[in-house]
């Protein structure tokens, strides 16, 4: 009797907790089939669903995954072919040993090349628009515009800084001080939201999390070197996004469109989808990349 008790405990502990732990893909991302890409001996997990004349790519932050644009897949996909990757130690992607930002531009750029995909409007997020604004310099071929949201362009670290910072990451109580970082990032989504995208992180394996961060902090991975696409700059209010920096960013490019939301934080693609995908709507179509 106390084995069966037990038993249906834990059946019901099962049904009531996440299939799998992160952020919910959907309905569209869900029914669209993974492929995979080799780079390097490991492999790169990617989706890409809808149809279009125009091909938009998207690549999530530290410690996320592909599913992290769901409110943009179906916002998106009646209008324009979309490759969500997700980067390597990332979501279903194979964990190398290194991380890099070049390593992760070439991992997007052999998804690209396998796709026969040349011209496609680069987005990232957070450490994401590090990775889109390297594939635009080192792959030309592969962009034709940049989108960065809510993502640093300009190198803001010390040594000092960019130490403390990895460092807070590295030791055994790394958990505690990654959900910290979360919740600070995530101060104004819901709680599902938040707990979502925390879980994801804290479901990269530790190494991960320590590499990619180390390769974000590294000056080496950061350029000023002018971008000859569009760029679209979205930003959620905040005191870091300064007048100082805006022009900083309206100098990088011919052509920029800088957007700032309010009422919004870092997970701004998620948490307040409808504020952050009527600037992108508006920028794709005002250069018919959309209808």
């Known amino acids: ?29 869900s029914a669209a089939p993974s492929h995979y890409v080799t780079v390097d001996g490991a492999r790169v997990h990617y989706k890409s669903v809808g149809k279009g004349r125009s091909t938009i790519v ?26 969500l990757i997700d980067l390597p ?20 750029n052999a998804v690209l090349k396998h796709e026969n995909v040349d011209n496609a409007v680069l987005v990232g997020h957070s450490m994401g ?24 362009l300009r190198y803001v670290f010390t040594p000092e800084s960019a130490k403390s910072f990895v460092d807070q990451f590295r030791g055994d109580d790394y958990q505690a ?4 970082f979360f919740d600070f990032l995530l101060a104004k989504a819901t ?14 394996p530790h190494e991960v999390l320590v590499g990619a961060m180390e390769s974000f902090v590294d000056p ?15 930003v959620a209010a905040s005191p870091n996004w300064t007048p100082q920096y805006e022009e900083f960013v309206r100098a990088l490019s011919p052509e920029v469109t800088y ?28 250069h018919h990349w959309i209808r």
């Open 1 to 29: 009797m106390l084995r069966r008790v037990f038993v249906v405990t834990l059946v019901l502990a099962v049904l009531a907790s996440p299939a799998t732990a992160g952020i919910a893909p959907g309905p569209i991302l």
């Open 58 to 83: 998207f690549i999530h932050g530290w410690g996320g995954d592909l599913n992290v644009w769901r409110e943009q897949v179906a916002a998106l996909h009646a209008k324009a072919r979309l490759i």
């Open 89 to 108: 130690g990332h979501g279903r992607s194979d964990k190398p040993s290194s991380y890099s930002m070049r390593g992760f531009a070439k991992a997007v």
């Open 129 to 152: 628009g590090l990775v889109v604004s390297t594939v635009d310099r080192i792959y030309p071929a592969r962009s034709r515009a940049v989108v960065t949201v809510d993502a640093p």
């Open 177 to 180: 001080h990654v959900g910290k």
């Open 191 to 204: 709680p599902e939201i938040r707990d979502d995208v925390k879980s994801a992180a804290l479901a990269t």
């Open 220 to 234: 080496a991975a950061w350029t000023e070197e002018k971008m000859s696409v569009p760029l679209l700059c979205v």
């Open 259 to 286: 957007v700032t939301i309010d009422n919004a934080d870092h997970f701004l693609m998620i948490d307040t989808p409808k504020a952050f995908n009527e600037p992108l709507l508006r920028f794709l179509a005002a």
